[in-house]
């Protein structure tokens, strides 16, 4: 069992940056691939980047050179860099764990609550 808790969402004006962390429970963060998901109001869940168990990372087209997933297994924790924000950036950001490598929502098992980023124009 995993527990994943988002935090360093917020309200930032377009162009500006956030950090999000998602804090994990458990001895096995390292053995999880993380990623990050968005979702805004009325749309799907989207995937955003994730990270493999050996830190390989890939990204959604639309955040390439502007985020960067990261983790630090010793902290139990994986981290979203967003620079050069944009107002369709704004959603609320899962993070999540999974056994596989994927882009894909249902292959991950563990979820954290979420938490809102806003991109004003």
């Known amino acids: 069992q995993v527990q994943l808790v988002e935090t360093g969402g917020g309200l930032v004006q377009a162009g500006g940056s956030l950090r999000l962390s998602c804090a994990a429970s458990?001895?096995?963060?390292?053995?999880?691939?993380m990623g990050w998901f968005r979702q805004a109001p009325g749309k799907e869940r989207d995937f955003v980047a994730g990270?493999?168990?050996?830190?390989?990372?890939y990204y959604a087209d639309s955040v390439k050179g502007r985020f960067t997933i990261s983790r630090d297994n010793a902290k139990n924790t994986v981290y979203l860099q967003m620079n050069s924000l944009k107002p369709e950036d704004s959603a609320i950001y899962y993070c999540a764990a999974g056994e596989i490598t994927s882009v894909t929502p249902y292959d991950y098992t563990y979820w954290g609550q979420g938490t809102q980023v806003t991109v004003s124009s």
């Open positions: 990270i493999s168990r050996n830190r390989n990372t």
């Open positions: 458990g001895r096995t963060f390292s053995s999880y691939v």
